[in-house]
């Protein structure tokens, strides 16, 4: 997963990044159908508000954070993000299909000209998996978040306990 996570920064094909998704487990039985932009966008975005629910090593943690494109003419595009805290990082989205719950990987994530977008839980996510040893709620980890532009841009993320529903809450 890690390799198909680099691929994806590195602007590689799309057919690799539907097959690198389409292995992925969350998704079985659920239907893709993912235009992955071929605009690379712009590096002009602020990230706050990042924390990390930890859960258990065994379960994958969610990542959240608020991104704000602050390009009025040019979308911003999410690629991976990046971090030496846990081995395996996707971008995942929560849905509802027929009553049921579920969650996707996604090759990427669009912030519109000039709008923020709200990583919570219930929609956009990053799941973080394989966490380093002796990681727990207070600490502070870093992060990339890696763009369309291949820019990578820092971000300090406050990894909070398992009831934890929000940045401040
Ligand atoms: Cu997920």
Redo the contacts with the bound molecule.
Sequence with gaps: MKKSIIAVSLGLSAVLMSGAYAQHG?NQGHAINFEVTAEKGTNNVSIDKCWIRLMPSVT?S?GFFEIKNNDSTQIAVIKAIETDAFEET?L???YMKDGQSG???VPEVIVKAGETLHFAPGGF???LEKPVSGLKAGDKIQARFVLGTEDKVPVTCELKPVNARSFDH
């Design positions: 969350h994958p969610g996707m995942h989205r929560s969650m996707e990987m996510h990053v799941m």
